[in-house]
């Protein structure tokens, strides 16, 4: 359970610090992804090609972590608040301006001999629109 915490823990650091290549080195070469309200995505190839696409769209900081893991340690979940600030518009989503948010937030995972085999986000995505797009 221990390993899995420090695990997703390493995994968030390396986010916030921006840390890409640590940030992917610890992901299973066929991690799946489930996009939040989205697709699901698999292998670290197309993991690496949507964090490229949001750190363009998005700067963000992850705050506030709560981090829970089954006992033997095939499975973690976190909670977390996202800060952010809206970069560069979005296809399909309203106009960036630099606009900036706070969303609660939070992620699932399997572990699978010490890396991250999947990770499914989810966040509310009405309320990031009425943040970033207040009409």
Do not use: C
Not at 108 to 126: H, M, S
């Amino acid at each position: 359970m221990q390993q899995a915490k420090q695990l997703i823990e390493n995994y968030y650091q390396a986010f916030n610090n921006n840390d890409m290549d640590t940030f992917l080195s610890l992901l299973a070469d066929d991690v799946v992804h489930d996009i939040n309200q989205g697709d699901r995505e698999q292998g670290k190839a197309a993991f690496a090609k949507f964090m490229e696409k949001m750190n363009h769209h998005y700067r963000e900081q992850l705050v506030d972590m709560v981090i829970m893991a089954n006992e033997d340690g095939t499975r973690a979940a976190a909670e977390f608040v996202v800060l952010g600030e809206y970069l560069n518009t979005d296809e399909g989503l309203p106009e960036a301006n630099g606009q900036k948010y706070r969303l609660p937030a939070g992620a699932f995972f399997d572990i699978r001999e010490g890396k991250v085999a999947r990770i499914t986000n989810y966040y509310n995505l009405g309320d990031w629109i009425a943040q970033v797009d207040p009409q």
